[in-house]
């Protein structure tokens, strides 16, 4: 692919026709495998007259030969969850990469159940090594909440239904340190189904400007072994259609104990606060398992009721 040997090209960073030393070799390496592109890299040096050696001055040189294989190509998954208290649910994912530009990832989730979501994402760079990148976010959850009157029984028992779309761009620093700002809007409605006559349904139509930063240094992003990430979202609306700010913190880090055992921790900070905060942005404490979808809202807490606790701080700051 030529907008491949292009990235390998720019990445090696090498003055060629040079002697390297194997270090320098290894670095270039590694600097074309921190892209990301690649799931698979391998190198070689081809020796003087032997065959795939390069020519210079007519003259036959030893030659550096990179084997490369695509990372995370197209894919489909599907999957099934069962727990006592959202019982069933059917998964599926499709992930098509470079959709539009070259290393792009578009991605489709869906989830079916007392938990249903249909979301579309895109995340692309201009140009692989570009330090800019766009991302674009469309979809509709509904998710069960909650709201407690004491810590013995709920009062309310209502669907959370949001139907929204962001779009973000930003700067990309050192292939691990992502930013992004952008607008969003968004259409929220809370549904009593199990409530006093008098809890009527909730909505609010609201536009806000959202802001994030995300650093990951993990080794993998399935069950990593060590390496850290970090998720900081901000978001603002200063009354189209509701009043609030926002702001989240998850960080996560894997700490490798032997070759085979790592331990993982977290830890997270919410805040949400304004005169008209919408449901979407109110975060909820409790139980040993929470909503799938949400992940800066929902929080677990042994010894409490599902959701017990809703977070949310009123008045202007």
């Not at 040997?5 to 320098?24: C, G, H, N, V």
């Not at 190509?73 to 069933?88: E, L, M, S």
């Not at 578009?106 to 895109?122: F, H, I, K, N, P």
């Not at 894997?254 to 919410?270: D, E, F, N, Q, Y």
Request: hydrophobic residues 45%; proline residues 5%; neutral net charge.
């Amino acid at each position: 692919d030529g907008q491949a040997e292009a990235l390998i090209r720019r990445r090696l960073k090498l003055e060629l026709p040079a002697a390297l030393s194997a270090e320098e070799v290894e670095q270039a390496v590694q600097r074309v495998y921190a892209t990301g592109v690649f799931a698979l890299l391998t190198y070689r040096v081809v020796g003087a007259g032997e065959d795939g050696a390069a020519t210079v001055g007519g003259r036959s040189v030893p030659t550096l030969v990179l084997d490369v294989r695509p990372s995370n190509g197209d894919r489909v998954g599907f999957g099934f969850r069962y727990d006592d208290h959202y019982n069933a649910a059917l998964l599926f994912t499709l992930r098509l990469r470079d959709v539009g530009l070259f290393g792009s990832t578009s991605q489709v989730d869906v989830r079916l159940g007392e938990q249903t979501q249909l979301r579309a994402s895109y995340f692309g760079r201009f140009g692989v090594e570009a330090p800019l990148a766009a991302a674009a976010v469309a979809g509709y959850s509904s998710v069960p909440v909650q709201v407690f009157a004491g810590r013995d029984r709920a009062s309310v028992s209502a669907a959370l239904e949001v139907l929204d779309a962001r779009a973000f761009a930003g700067p990309i620093l050192f292939n691990t340190v992502i930013t992004g700002v952008g607008p969003g809007v968004a259409h929220v409605r809370a549904s009593p189904e199990v409530a006093p006559d008098s809890v009527e349904t909730t909505r609010w139509t609201y536009g806000a400007l959202s802001a994030f930063a995300a650093v990951d240094t993990r080794d993998r992003v399935a069950f990593p072994s060590r390496g850290a990430r970090l998720l900081a979202t901000a978001a603002w609306s200063p009354g189209a259609g509701a009043s609030f700010r926002h702001v989240t913190v998850n960080a996560e880090r894997w700490i490798p104990l032997s070759p085979a055992v790592s331990l993982g921790t977290r830890v997270a900070a919410t805040r949400a606060w304004g005169d008209d905060v919408p449901l979407d942005h109110v975060s909820f404490v409790g139980g040993d398992i929470v909503p799938a979808l949400g992940a800066n809202q929902f929080f677990a807490l042994y010894g409490a009721e599902a959701l017990e606790l809703g977070l949310i701080s009123a008045g202007p700051s």
